[in-house]
């Protein structure tokens, strides 16, 4: 019990002074990321150098609050919790270890292969997708599921458990090639959850409005089909058995619930058929075999 305890407190002391290392600081969290004169998931500290070796604060700023600068990244997760102390001695580190050093060209590096912590998530990329049309769009949902939602079908395709994606072939090609999933796909949709008399009517081709991003960084999906305008967002259940789908909809006719294969999906107004009324609003639970 004794050892036990103090074994903690030495740990916590080791832990604590490795932490005011600069060095050590940098290597615990923004290695993953980045490395010394190449790019890797975020810029090399070479480039980093070139931008900020005389601009400390605006070093600590974008540390602080991260912008979306370059296209085909992931946002770079804000450094706020190391506090401006910590990351002015980061940003000293920073310089001294790409001084001398030039950018090499390295083929390949994978914006997506950092440890599944570090990845924010949710996280919206448009990409070519295995199995959907060229307009597919990947969400990584906090937790360890991502999703295929078809820009061009307007509907989630399918979901994967695990890592998110491995762009590699994507990111060094020329853009025309399909990002391969980081994990195994646990349920396929064959189609659009919902039929009716509007909804049944696909002889025009659906069409994608867009999306907003809700306070959580879900997207909303907002899409035309079967003359009715949808939107939909997608979570995870706590439990990890499946996905809620918030559906909202301008539909004026009843809305039948599909019965997929290999899940099951039922309604928050209980009945697999929603009346005009219900089809407004409704969340759909869908949770795989
Ligand atoms: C999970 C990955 C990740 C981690 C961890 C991370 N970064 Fe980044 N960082 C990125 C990405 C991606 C970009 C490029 C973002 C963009 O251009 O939109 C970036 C860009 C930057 C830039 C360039 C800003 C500019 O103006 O171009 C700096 C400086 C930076 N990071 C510093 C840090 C520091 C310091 C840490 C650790 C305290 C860190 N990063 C941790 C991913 C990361």
């Known amino acids: 019990m004794k050892s036990g305890l103090l074994s903690v407190f030495l740990l916590t002391s080791v832990t604590t002074f490795g932490a005011d290392d600069p060095a050590k600081l940098f290597e615990v969290h923004c290695g993953a990321c980045?490395?010394?004169?190449?790019?890797?998931?975020g810029p090399s500290l070479v480039e980093i150098t070139g931008i900020y070796r005389n601009n400390p604060d605006g070093f600590v700023q974008w540390c602080v609050k991260p912008g979306h600068?370059?296209?085909?990244?992931?946002e770079m997760p804000s450094m706020a919790h190391l506090g401006e102390p910590a990351l002015r001695r980061i940003h000293a580190h920073v310089i001294a270890a790409a001084a001398?050093?030039?950018?090499?060209?390295?083929?390949?590096?994978?914006?997506?292969?950092?440890?599944?912590?570090?990845?924010?998530?949710?996280?919206?990329?448009?990409?070519f997708l295995p199995d959907a049309s060229p307009a597919a769009i990947a969400v990584a949902l906090p937790g360890d599921l991502s999703y295929c939602f078809d820009a061009g079908e307007c509907?989630?395709?399918?979901?994967?458990?695990?890592g998110f994606l491995d762009g590699f072939s994507y990111w060094k090609g020329n853009g025309s090639e399909i990002a391969k999933l980081d994990g195994e796909i646990i349920y396929r949709e064959e189609a659009f959850p919902l039929t009716g008399d509007a909804a049944g009517n696909e002889t025009r081709s659906?069409?994608?409005?867009?999306?907003?991003?809700?306070?959580?960084?879900?997207?909303?999906?907002?899409?035309?089909?079967?003359?009715?305008?949808?939107?939909e967002t997608i979570q995870?259940?706590?439990?990890?058995?499946?996905?809620?789908?918030?559906?909202?909809?301008?539909?004026?006719?009843?809305?039948?619930?599909a019965t997929p294969r290999n899940a099951t999906l039922s309604s928050s107004h209980g009945q697999p058929t929603l009346t005009a009324a219900q089809a407004k609003s409704f969340t759909l639970t869908l949770r795989w075999k």
Do not use: C
Request: no cysteine; proline share 9%.
């Open 34 to 41: 980045h490395a010394v004169d190449h790019m890797r998931v």
């Open 155 to 162: 509907r989630l395709r399918y979901l994967w458990k695990g």
């Open 69 to 74: 600068k370059r296209p085909g990244v992931i």
């Open 206 to 231: 659906p069409k994608f409005l867009g999306y907003n991003v809700t306070k959580d960084g879900l997207p909303s999906f907002r899409y035309r089909r079967g003359g009715i305008t949808w939107t």
């Open 236 to 257: 995870a259940l706590p439990d990890g058995s499946g996905i809620e789908r918030r559906f909202q909809s301008d539909a004026q006719v009843p809305l039948t619930l």
């Open 100 to 127: 001398g050093k030039t950018e090499q060209k390295i083929a390949g590096g994978d914006p997506y292969s950092i440890p599944r912590p570090m990845l924010r998530r949710p996280q919206v990329q448009r990409i």
